[in-house]
């Protein structure tokens, strides 16, 4: 089964607009929570990552909001443009041993001019 | 110039035959992993190997073998048991130490003729 969901599968936002990708798992032993970028025909790019030790983190335009109540993480891109269009896929991580990332089934953002 | 190469960039298949894909990277990395592509799933985990000469089978390991002969290199070799391999192929690594990043190739696609 799916270790990691992620929705929606697609999303259109206007230039300027904040983007929002939500995640939810339910192993309470992950403790490193990635969210990776990929282009058509390219390989993921690590963007952005959080730890279940705080609740969020901003780099750039890019923030993860993390809930571990919840069992809930999220990416946000404020001013989203139209270089955003990509994938995104969050992912998370046990944090020991082969560190095998669990993958969500990616989102597809387009940013409209 | 650091990073992983994969090859081919695209890869035609027979029926019945066994393809090998490339990955190399000279990151000095410890762990590498190959996943597979498909629209609408994420990336599954085929195989990793965390070191020369060992490597564990992942989610979707059936009718793919690999070998870690050298550190810098990870081949994968779709067999002709694999009915179905039509994919977009993603080889990652990880330097070990507590590091959980994962990097990634370009990709390899593979279709079948």
């Known amino acids: 089964q799916q270790q990691v969901k992620q929705s929606p599968q697609s999303l259109i936002v206007q230039k300027g607009g904040i983007s929002i990708i939500n995640c939810a798992y339910e192993?309470?032993?992950?403790?490193?929570f990635p969210w990776y970028q990929q282009f058509p025909g390219k390989g993921p790019a690590l963007l952005i990552a959080?730890?279940?030790?705080?609740s969020e983190k901003k780099e750039g335009r890019f923030t993860i909001s993390f809930n571990k109540s919840a069992k809930q993480f999220s990416l946000h891109i404020m001013d989203s443009q139209p270089g955003d269009s990509a994938t995104y896929f969050c992912?998370?991580?046990?944090?020991?041993?082969?560190?095998?990332?669990?993958f969500g089934t990616g989102t597809r953002l387009t940013v409209i001019p | 110039d650091g990073g992983i190469t994969q090859s081919p960039k695209y890869l035609f298949r027979k029926e019945g035959q066994n393809v090998t894909l490339s990955c190399e990277q000279n990151l000095n990395h410890d762990a590498m992993y190959w996943y597979r592509q498909d629209p609408g799933q994420g990336l599954r985990l085929i195989y990793y190997s965390q070191i020369v000469n060992d490597f564990q089978k992942g989610d979707i390991a059936e009718g793919y073998s690999v070998s870690r002969e050298k550190k810098e290199s990870f081949p994968l070799t779709v067999t002709s048991a694999q009915k179905n391999p039509t994919a977009f192929y993603l080889c990652a690594s990880r330097r070990e130490g507590g590091e959980e990043t994962q990097y990634f190739g370009p990709g390899t696609r593979l279709l079948v003729l």
């Open positions: 992912a998370a991580s046990l944090g020991t041993g082969a560190n095998n990332l669990f």
């Open positions: 959080i730890r279940p030790d705080v």
């Open positions: 192993n309470t032993a992950f403790d490193y």
